[in-house]
């Protein structure tokens, strides 16, 4: 079983009444003298398992000059969420964001508000805590209330709250929060309480400012690679060229051994690593080994053989004639091909993907005198990775601490991807030396390791009537995806949603569809990337539209908008979005710049719909893109300001993998060792991002990565109406491109 599918027994975390003035606000459990004990198996109360996100005493400390901690379940990336998180629980608690100051949560039941588990991914951090979250700071106000109203002998309705502090008008008498935790502790708390009408918001829907803002400003915010612990060694590895062998032999040991600061030399799983007083000198010394590696498979795609490839392993795709899994149907589609004026066909590829962070993966492992061990790493589910440490260390999950900082960059690079992770040598290091070692890798290793967004491929075709409209659509997806890879003993259908997102359950009226999904394994270390499947299928199913709408004559706008006749919230969108642009115009058309035209795709991706338009030209053979238009429909919102950052992070992302992004596999070996020769979006191909968000008041959706699968296949349909040319195969840079 993979690590991610064995699941932690996470125990549950007692939260008591702080030294040193702090008062910890507790539902459960009764006062003691520190704040919090280490993770450990509780007792009496706090044995009890009450529903996740219910106990007050997990979240909240109440301190007595009017700040409050709050340990959130989610992991701060750049998304926001601490800001998010603490907007929510501040509007029912009645104090200002800005007093707010937010920690990531220990492993433990309590946070396990994603639909039962803990996971800060797959944009559901707010719109799965929302009301959770809401209710949270409702039951603390609560607790706060009843504590002021027996102090002053009153009834609960005769008080109000504002800014942290209960308010008798009458009696003219105030109690701030902080002052009256210690009887909050005593009583137990209300199962149901009211929440506040949305039309007295205060915080809720405001562009509050980032609490992380001025920390990141200033340098004093600590990340991974920032922390430290007494009597740490630095550690260096150096990964086997290829995934799945092994160091066999060292030919210098001794040689490197006697370098400046070299502490001690090891083999592990997979690689080697060096010990040193400093990272610099751990790195000098790893660099210095010659190692003898095991030999690889000869060929094949099964594992990473000698002559695995990039262009090999599309090959097995385009070829397998395996029949594959529905993953949607509707109507008939065979007859709809039989009875068509037209058939479209078409095959569209993406490669493989690096999350590319900026910054590189570390971890800290330390093994306290009784046995237990502290791991430091960046991490998007803490007790996942507490689990893991423990199989690695050969200790139970509540013998394990996991401290989980802010991360250096997000896009799903932080999860337990077996070989992708530096933690578990940190681990093994630490064991071997019997001091705390810190493992960094450096940019070359971060690229040979990084597990990565999976190559893909997909076949299209359509059937067209007389009229120029689609009768049927038929998709066939071949590949792998992460949610198959990771979790697929929680799967209920062969059928993996990650790899078919953004081809299946698209909006569009057209009454015969039919989508399958074949799978073929990758060899490599396949990841989660930002928006997943839907990063590259909206991609695929949006130009193909594209296509279709010129075989039948159609302009791609007003055949969008055709297919949407039963969705107003579509149409909303796709009128939103030409307005944003001064009007629909697909071009070729000339600008005071030079030619230019514009392409638009539409995306449905984490419950949020977006639409997008691109306006690109072509300089030298190369695209370039001026300008992104964004109608973005989340539902609701609850900070504008870091919805609209998000959006417009995320379409930096998409047009940096559909111009640029591919980690190509040439004889086993990644080809990509740094930013040099893997490239990125630089500053001035960055186009101007125009937002504009659109409450629909449909369900909360989400906001991190929904942004990006709109503008690819926006670009790519601009380019085809400029130079004719329909890429098929990402990037963009692979072509060379010629105005018409």
Known sequence: MHPLLSPAVPSRRRFLAGAGGALVVSALLPARTVRAEAQGPAEGAGALAPKPGTRVAAFLEIHPDGTIKLLSPFVEGGQGIATGIAQIVGEELDVPPSRFVVECAPPGPDYAVVNGIRMTGGSFSTRSSFETMRRLGATARDLMIRAAAARLKVQDGELTTRDGIVLHAALNRSLPYGDLATDALKLKPNESV????????????????????????????????????EGMLYAAVQHAPRLGTEPTGLANEAEVKSMPGVHSIHRLPGAVAVAADSWWRARKAVEALKVEWSAPKPSGIDTVAADFSSEGMLAALKTSTEPGHVAEEEGDVATAFAKATKVVEADYEAPYLAHAQLEPPSAIARFAGDGTLDVWLPNQMPEVFQ??????????????????????????RHFAYEAGNPFPQAILLAKATGRPVKVLWSREEEFARDAVRPLSFSRFRAALDAAGQPTAIEVRTVGEGPIGRYFSMMMQTPVDPSAVEGIVAKPYAVPNRRMTFTKVAHPVNIAFWRSVGHSMNDAFYESFLDEVAEAGGQDPFALRMALLQGSARHRTLLSAVAEMSGGWQRGPYRSEAGMRARGIAMASPFGSETATIAEVSVEGGEARVHNLWIAFDPGSIVNPAIVKAQVESAAALGLSSVLFEQIVYREGVRQSQNYDTYPVLRREHMPKVHVRIIESGAPMGGVGEPGLPGVPPAVLNAIAALTGQRVRALPVANSKLTAA
């Open 194 to 229: 009211p929440l506040r009408d949305p039309a007295t918001f205060r915080y809720i829907r405001q562009p509050i400012p980032r609490l992380d803002v001025r920390d990141k400003s200033t340098g004093r915010a600590v990340y991974a690679i920032d922390q430290k612990v």
């Open 387 to 412: 689990a893991v440490s423990a199989k690695v260390a050969g200790l139970q999950p509540a013998q394990v601490r996991i401290h989980s900082p802010m991360l250096g960059g997000f896009f799903g």
